[in-house]
């Protein structure tokens, strides 16, 4: 197989063997960033078009899982990093409660984290209480919050109230991404009930032009 097809190949069968050697080949020829977006996320879609629709098991979907988080952090030290350092804001960025998935919040970290914001990234399965406490006590200039399921939508949702509830709504910008996202939904069901300002990023680079426009 090609190169490109060959990486994908390994995410989708959640093969690392030989993994490193291939996406040292990949650098040679193109930016980490690239790698990443063009030939490793395919192969995500691929799993999750296989997991969907029966034909790949959730055991299969954790390895390619792992395979994937592998991939990144190799190729992490290659990522450019402009202003890294700069101390441009503090990001708290966290999946939200009843939610595992992190492939998605953790590269939201490394991109927004290489471009000279502090990103405080509070893992998974992350209760509103937890993700204030840290915003608080990190002084953040906004929260991010992943989720990939249907019902972390709704968890969203009661996150934004608990803020409004807490008086917090006009010190915290908010930033949602994940798979279980619309843009239209965001705008349309979530905005209009947050007394703040909240925003989607539809992927990690959307995440990092959020930030900018917040701090601007
Ligand atoms: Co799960 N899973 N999974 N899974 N999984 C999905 C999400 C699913 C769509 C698969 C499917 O059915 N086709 C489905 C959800 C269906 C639904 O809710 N309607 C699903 C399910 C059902 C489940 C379980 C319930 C399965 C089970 O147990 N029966 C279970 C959930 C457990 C739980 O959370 N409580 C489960 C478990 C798992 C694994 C553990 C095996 C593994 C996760 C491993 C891990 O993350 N450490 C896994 C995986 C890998 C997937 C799929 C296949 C791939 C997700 C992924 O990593 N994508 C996924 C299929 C899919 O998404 N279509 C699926 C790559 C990643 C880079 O994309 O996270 O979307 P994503 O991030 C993007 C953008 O969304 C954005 O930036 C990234 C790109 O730059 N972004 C942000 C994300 N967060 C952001 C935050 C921001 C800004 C941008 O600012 C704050």
Redesign the pocket.
């Known amino acids: 197989l090609p190169l490109a097809e060959r990486l994908a190949r390994r995410i989708v069968d959640g093969n690392d063997k030989g993994l490193d050697a291939d996406l040292d080949e990949a650098l040679a020829a193109k930016p980490a960033l690239e790698i990443i977006n063009d030939d490793l996320?395919g192969g995500?879609r691929t799993?999750?078009e296989l997991?969907?629709s029966g034909q790949m098991q959730?055991p299969f979907?954790?390895q390619?899982?792992e395979t994937?988080k592998k991939a990144v952090a190799h190729l992490e030290p290659h990522l450019d990093a402009s202003d890294a350092g700069a101390g441009k804001g503090t990001l708290v960025?966290a999946t939200v409660k009843?939610?595992?998935?992190?492939?998605?919040?953790n590269?939201?970290d490394i991109i927004v984290s290489n471009n000279g914001y502090t990103v405080v990234n509070l893992g998974i399965k992350q209760p509103v209480s937890a993700i204030v406490e840290a915003a608080e006590e990190h002084h953040a200039d906004a929260i991010?919050?992943?989720g990939?399921?249907?019902?972390s939508t709704l968890v969203m949702k009661d996150n934004l109230l608990e803020l409004n509830a807490r008086g917090l709504a006009g010190r915290y910008p908010v930033?949602?991404?994940?798979?279980?996202l619309t843009r239209p939904f965001v705008d349309e069901d979530l905005a209009g009930l947050y007394d703040g300002t909240v925003r989607y990023?539809?992927?990690?680079f959307e995440?990092l032009e959020l930030m900018d426009a917040i701090m601007a």
């Not at 990023?201 to 990690?204: F, K, P």
Request: glycine letters at 20%.
């Open positions: 996320l995500m799993v999750g997991f969907g959730l979907v954790l390619s899982a994937m960025l009843g939610d595992v998935h992190d492939i998605g919040k590269l939201v991010g919050m992943s990939l399921l249907v019902k930033l949602l991404g994940g798979a279980a990023a539809r992927d990690a995440g």
